[in-house]
């Protein structure tokens, strides 16, 4: 089904199930050798929403090359994008608290569990912003697991296309301290004019010093409904029914570099091939449209002043 302004899900649903296909890949990806990045939660999210696909995946019981062979290739591809993206924002984030930056905000957070998993100085508040029943999922969940947070977490339970900065400020952000925003996989679940009010907010709201990180998906311009579909119809043999073409808005759109360095920060973009090449894992073998739609992901930082 398209999307439609004000529409909801949950994380077994719509945009809501495809936070838990990257906690699916996240914890798929926390148990390959090459060892790159490690969420204990990531799997115990994964069962508690109860897809039964992604639970199979995550306990090992699925057999993609058996059921699915022509998936198999692009499933390994996307754990190992997964497990790429991840350590980006874990660097990103990191590097920001080196920086001495102790406010982060996690936009549409979904089954994100940095609160609960980075080595977070003394200090540090982290806020989570996304739908009210997302947040008190994950919340319940983790508690239950017997997990704490490792920086103060804060969460904002409250749906982006609402007035979240007043939300933001009502939970205690400070918008006269520099802040680590991060907009992890967010943007192609947005209309471009609210990209934009996206970033306009999040300009606002930053003191000098504010850090940013995000991607950019250039083939979004030209993005193909029909090959998109044709390049995933065997996840269907999996149990992975998500028409990803009706969840995204595709066309064309600034990307987030660009649109920032208008406002006065200092950006930079990195493709994902080079990101590969810096984590020493093979760049996948997907570099055909009609086998990878999305195509080239630059992955963007700056900061401002």
Known sequence: MARTDGDSWDLASSVGATATLVATGRAIASTDPHGLINDPFAAPLVRAVGIEAFTMMVDGTLNITEIAPDAASRVRANIDEMAVRTKFFDDYFLAATERGIRQAVILASGLDAR???????????????????????????????????????????????????AALRAAGFDPGLPTAWCAEGLLIYLPPDAQDRLFDNIHELSAPGSAVATEFVPALKDFDPEKARAATAEFSKIGLDLDMPSLIYHGERHS????????????????RTELFARYG???????????DPLGEIVYISGSLG
């Not at 987030?256 to 493709?271: F, N, R, V």
């Not at 894992?281 to 086998?291: E, F, G, H, R, S």
């Open 115 to 165: 609160a609960y998993r980075l080595p977070w100085p003394a200090g540090t508040v982290v806020y989570e912003i996304d739908q009210p029943e997302v947040i008190e999922f994950k919340t319940r969940t983790l508690a239950e697991h017997g997990a704490t947070p490792t920086a103060e977490r804060r969460t904002v339970p409250i749906d982006l296309r609402e007035d979240w900065p």
């Open 256 to 271: 987030a570099a660009d649109y920032l360095a208008t406002k006065g920060w200092q950006m930079s973009g990195t493709p």
């Open 281 to 291: 894992i093979p760049v996948p073998a997907l570099d055909d449209d009609d086998d």
